[in-house]
Every structure is written in structure tokens, then in C-alpha cells.
Nanobody, 122 residues
Framework: VQLQASGGGLVQAGGSLRLSCAGS????????MGWFRQAPGKEREFVAA???????LYEDSVKGRFTISRDNTQNTVYLQMNSLQPEDTAVYYC?????????????????WGQGTLVTVSS
């Protein structure tokens, strides 16, 4: 199973970015997918997760600003990030969990992408 995250970059505060996570063929259709992030010197933290049916779960600080979605026909998961703030700066990782249940715990996920850097300037 391979996951490829992309879409990170440098953006000013208040701006938007859209992250994508593409899975190898047949990878994602039945998995819970999640996004996590890790800022320098901090632990990896949960951002959002989505069930195979498209129901999202969010960390409180991103609710109303971030939207997770998926296209099972394209084996791709997205994270639309709006109203970005400097505290959103981190490496963002996508992950897949071979389960129907969403989870906020990084250790519950079986497969990980390589990470994409998001930098938000003030």
C-alpha cells in the first residue's frame, strides 16, 4: 500500500491550500482515511478523518476551516484548508486505516504517506 501526499506550500495567513493523498490502486475504497500534522518540536496530532462513506471527523481547532473529502473512484483523499493561520504550519501526513471506524489516534492507522510541508506566514 502506497500513499502519496501533495499540495503543500507557502501561503500567507488567511489563505487556502488543498492537499491531496493518492493511494495505489484499490487501496482506499474501504479504508478510513486520516490527515495528521506535526509541527517542529511537537508531537504528531490528528487533523481530520473520513469514513469510506464520506463522513468527516475533525480536530476542534480546524472545524469550520478545513474540509476532508474523498473520491473513491480516483483513490484520492483531499484536505481543503481555508483561513490558514501560522499555527497550522506543519508537515501534513495522510494515513489509511483498515477499518470502518474513524480514529483520532495515529497508532490506529496502518499506512502512511511521506508528508507534505505547509508553511503559513503571518
Amino acid at each position: 500500500v502506497q500513499l502519496q501526499a501533495s499540495g503543500g506550500g507557502l501561503v500567507q495567513a488567511g489563505g487556502s491550500l488543498r492537499l491531496s493523498c493518492a493511494g495505489s490502486r484499490g487501496t482506499l475504497s474501504r479504508d478510513v482515511m486520516g490527515w495528521f500534522r506535526q509541527a517542529p518540536g511537537k508531537e504528531r496530532e490528528f487533523v481530520a478523518a473520513i469514513s469510506w462513506g464520506g463522513v468527516g471527523l475533525y480536530e476542534d481547532s480546524v472545524k469550520g476551516r478545513f474540509t476532508i473529502s474523498r473520491d473513491n473512484t480516483q483513490n484520492t483523499v483531499y484536505l481543503q484548508m481555508n483561513s490558514l493561520q501560522p499555527e497550522d504550519t506543519a508537515v501534513y501526513y495522510c494515513a489509511a486505516r483498515a477499518s470502518w471506524a474513524r480514529s483520532r489516534t495515529w497508532s490506529a492507522y496502518n499506512y502512511w504517506g511521506q508528508g507534505t510541508l505547509v508553511t503559513v506566514s503571518s
